[in-house]
């Protein structure tokens, strides 16, 4: 079994995170449960910014947060000293709930809508990163009405495309996000930003795709942005204090995977932006990063209850567990791969292979295929890893499933910070069918 963080097996031969037998979880919490180690958080966040500190550069990381989503994991990230980035105006009100501080708030997203877009200024933000320039244009006139000055980064599309899954490529020419460098949009994006009157132009943004275990496609894309950087300075008197380099920095979901360390990550990155700066003779810009999956995917952990059981001779077995693609989407949307243990069982020797089923009603709702494990039983706890980033979520309520409850873990002790929906909360929003009278 490959330990993340602080798993372990215990004496009684249960896996065990953050110091919690999580069989006792089960019992406490129901399943499924999202389980993750707040030490691993931690520790992430951490590497990511002691690589900056060591370099003695200004920066901030700021957490992807829709990886996952809560007031807790914003309060904890608040904790960390890190920054955060949001895409809609949920994530954005759930952050005002859980006091994060405004001004460390940078807003993503391709179609932000108007709404969006007032309650940002509204809140006094940090920074919005404009995406096309119809966002450009309408938040020139918000921050107009309002008489408020917003800190902006604009998005660049430049070409990297980075070693990934197709669905999950976002840097390359070929995008729904960002402006484009090949046809000029850039240049026109940043004409038009540096000479509004209510919008300062820090910088540029870029990323260039997820699950990323190099640090090429990174060097590439810093070498087109100061390749642009340059021509600014020369057309439009414009030099960038801030470059956004993304985030995308993989995990070890399954053997085979083979990220590499945050620092070298960061250390790279710092490495041929300082080196760039000083070729264009321009004074070093602040660097940002949003690690998202990097901080909580292998901090999550998801236990099942299993239920039924099926055996096709000469074919495979079955088994079916209490979740499925409505608290983990990934294999349904783009055939990840996870691996998992008998919580309950953790040091028995795996003697058979089974595939795992989830409940719902489509025949493409499996989370693993082909998973070695002892001989299962009905209530064994299967404990499937690395599922903290894109697990709750994208969580759904297919087939009226209720959403999972989620408990932090840390130093032997576990909170709950959502709790489990029930079938009430699953018709709190419905009406009733009111037939109209007719004359």
């Known amino acids: 079994m490959y330990t993340h963080g602080t798993s372990r097996i215990n004496d009684q031969g249960h896996l065990e995170i953050g110091g919690v037998n999580t069989v006792e979880l089960a019992k406490e919490y129901g399943t499924p449960l999202f389980v993750y180690d707040v030490a691993l958080i931690r520790e992430r966040a951490l590497q990511f910014q002691e690589a900056f500190k060591k370099e003695n550069v200004p920066y901030q990381v700021a957490y992807a947060s829709k990886a996952f989503s809560c007031m807790a994991m914003f ?72 008489k408020y000055n917003m800190n902006i980064l604009l998005r660049i599309t430049p070409g990297v495309e980075a070693h990934t899954h197709d669905y999950i490529s976002t840097g390359q020419e070929d995008s729904k996000f960002g402006f484009d ?39 590439m894309a810093v070498e087109k942005m ?38 070298e990550y960061v250390t790279k990155m710092i490495e041929v932006v300082k080196q760039k700066a000083a070729e264009s ?18 901090a999550g952990t998801t236990l099942y209850s299993i239920g039924s059981k099926k055996h096709i001779p000469n074919v495979r077995d079955y088994l079916a567990v209490d979740g499925g693609m409505s608290d983990n989407l990934r294999p349904a949307l783009y055939q990840a791969e996870y691996e998992g243990v008998l919580a309950n069982r953790a040091n028995e020797e795996a003697t058979e292979t089974f595939s795992i089923a989830g409940k719902c009603c489509e025949s493409g709702d499996m989370l693993i295929w082909d998973l070695p494990l002892p001989k299962a039983n009905h209530e064994d706890i299967l404990a499937v890893f690395c599922t903290g980033a894109y697990g709750y979520a994208m969580a759904n309520n297919y087939n009226r499933i ?37 004359k």
């Open 75 to 146: 309060q904890l990230a608040d904790e960390l000293g890190l920054s955060l980035d949001v895409v809609s105006g949920g994530e954005l009100y759930t952050a005002i709930e859980a006091g994060f501080p405004m001004e460390r708030i940078h807003f993503h997203g391709n179609n932000k809508s108007l709404s969006e877009l007032e309650m940002a200024v509204d809140a006094k933000i940090g920074c919005v990163v404009v995406d096309n320039f119809y966002e450009l244009e309408e938040l020139s006139r918000i921050c107009k009405e309002k």
């Open 181 to 219: 460098l090949v046809s000029g949009q850039v240049h026109d994006a940043v004409k038009l930003a540096n000479e509004d009157e209510w919008l300062k132009l820090l910088g540029v943004h870029s990323h260039i795709g997820s699950q990323i275990f190099e640090t090429t496609g990174f060097v």
């Open 226 to 263: 100061f390749e642009l950087i340059t021509e600014w300075k020369e057309r439009f008197n414009f030099i960038p204090t801030v470059l956004n380099l993304g985030g995308g920095f993989g995990i070890r979901y399954i053997e085979g995977d083979t990220p590499l360390p945050a620092e």
């Open 402 to 438: 209720p959403r999972p409850a989620v408990v932090f873990v840390e130093d032997g002790e576990a909170f709950e910070v959502i709790r489990r929906e029930r079938f009430e909360d699953l018709v709190r929003l419905d009406l009733p069918l009111v037939k109209k009278v007719t």
């Open 281 to 298: 003779n321009l004074t070093m810009p602040e660097i940002w990063i949003e690690p998202g999956r990097s901080l909580v995917g292998d």
